[in-house]
């Protein structure tokens, strides 16, 4: 912070780019308080949904299929692959849901405890810097 204000004072940026770069750091410094342990960068709610209606459909097919099927002299027992595939497409569906599920929750924890923060540093009345003369 002290070598940016010194930059600023050697190079004559005006008071108005300070003031910005003072709102950014303290944005940044917010965000990174907010978005700590967050993913920030997923597809949409639109293409999760999209996924998750897609396997849920196929989730569907599989059950509809036949449990036994005859082929010549051989009858083949599917039931168990059925289970197996009807087991891996809801670890999926999980595996979806519960990312945006855990990841809400990141942030709203992140948030909370950022508001607990704010509200404890609102608690305490800095001391006044003004002098007797700034008073007046």
């Known amino acids: 912070m002290f ?70 002299w051989l009858r083949v027992n599917s039931v168990p692959l059925i289970r197996e595939l009807e087991k891996t497409i809801d670890a999926w569906i999980v595996a979806h849901t519960s990312f945006l599920l855990n990841n809400t929750m990141r942030q709203i924890t992140n948030i909370n405890n950022f508001i607990k923060e704010v509200s404890e540093g609102i608690k305490v009345v800095p001391k006044s810097n003004e002098s007797e003369a700034e008073k007046a």
């Not at 920030?40 to 509809?64: A, G, M, N, W």
């Open 3 to 72: 070598t940016k204000k010194l930059n600023a004072m050697r190079t004559g940026a005006d008071d108005e780019d300070q003031k910005i770069e003072e709102e950014q750091d303290s944005f940044n410094w917010m965000a990174t308080k907010i978005l700590k342990g967050v993913v920030t960068r997923y597809p949409s709610l639109d293409i999760f949904d999209e996924k998750i209606s897609h396997l849920t459909s196929v989730k569907k097919q599989i059950s509809e299929m036949k449990q036994q099927v005859d082929i010549g």
